[in-house]
């Protein structure tokens, strides 16, 4: 079974430039979130996907960050435009169902550099 | 907020020993999940124990649960060099897993 797929995997670009981050999940996984990490900081949460339509957007940190998920398969973040602040590691993770009974699969991660 | 906070920030071991790694949290869950990340990797799922269980294990790790003391542990026996990677725990419920910051384990061959 493939994993969760992401690209690319590193992306360097100037402070407002646009960059488009692309997730394939597990094929059949309901569920895709998206996570980041700044740094030395916590793993921080950014939103969940059930198939195409947002369940939780939360933690999106404002209208510059822009996720779909396109009839429910692979999903894309874009942030438009990028600031110093954006750079870190994007995760993507799928599951089967919710936190609540099932464990996460995350990809590599997208290393997100502005500059 | 239900995060958990690993402790220790960072930890080294000889090759051998055992790890112990510490999670709390602040609020009720439904489970708690451990995770690992080696450099430039994702997490990976290691295991989840349910609010109801008390201890888990799976090869050389071993999961306890205090839900009384909002804690669980990591315990990872016979480290190996492989071992060295930060380990992450995540409350896991009715929302989107709540990572903390992590342990950074460097098991030293």
């Known amino acids: 079974e493939a994993g969760v797929t992401q690209f690319p995997s590193h992306s360097v670009i100037e402070k407002g430039q646009t960059v488009t981050l692309r997730c394939d999940p597990i094929?059949?996984?309901?569920?895709l979130y998206w996570y980041r990490r700044v740094m030395g900081k916590e793993i921080k949460f950014l939103l969940h996907?059930?198939?195409?339509?947002?369940?939780?957007e939360s933690g999106m940190p404002n209208n510059r960050f822009l996720a779909e998920r396109t009839g429910g398969t692979y999903s894309t973040l874009k942030v438009q435009p990028a600031e110093l602040e954006d750079s870190g590691v994007y995760f993507c993770?799928?599951?089967?169902?919710?936190?609540?009974?099932?464990?996460?699969?995350f990809g590599s991660g997208t290393r997100l550099t502005v500059v | 907020s239900q995060q958990g906070e690993e402790d220790p920030q960072a930890l080294s071991i000889q090759e051998g020993e055992n790890a112990t790694m510490n999670c709390s949290y602040k609020?009720?869950?439904?489970?708690l999940q451990w995770y690992r990340q080696n450099s430039g990797r994702g997490l990976v799922h290691l295991i989840l124990?349910?609010?109801?269980?008390r201890e888990k294990h799976s090869g050389r790790l071993r999961v306890t649960l205090d839900t009384s003391k909002k804690s669980s542990s990591l315990l990872i026996t016979a480290s190996r060099a492989a071992d060295t990677a930060s380990y992450f725990c995540?409350?896991?419920?009715?929302?989107?897993?709540?990572f903390g910051k992590g342990t950074r384990l460097s098991v030293i061959a």
């Open positions: 993770a799928s599951s089967q169902g919710t936190s609540h009974n099932y464990g996460y699969t």
């Open positions: 094929s059949g996984h309901d569920n």
């Open positions: 996907f059930v198939k195409e339509s947002k369940q939780d």
């Open positions: 609020t009720s869950i439904n489970n």
């Open positions: 124990i349910r609010s109801n269980e």
């Open positions: 995540a409350v896991g419920g009715n929302t989107p897993l709540v």
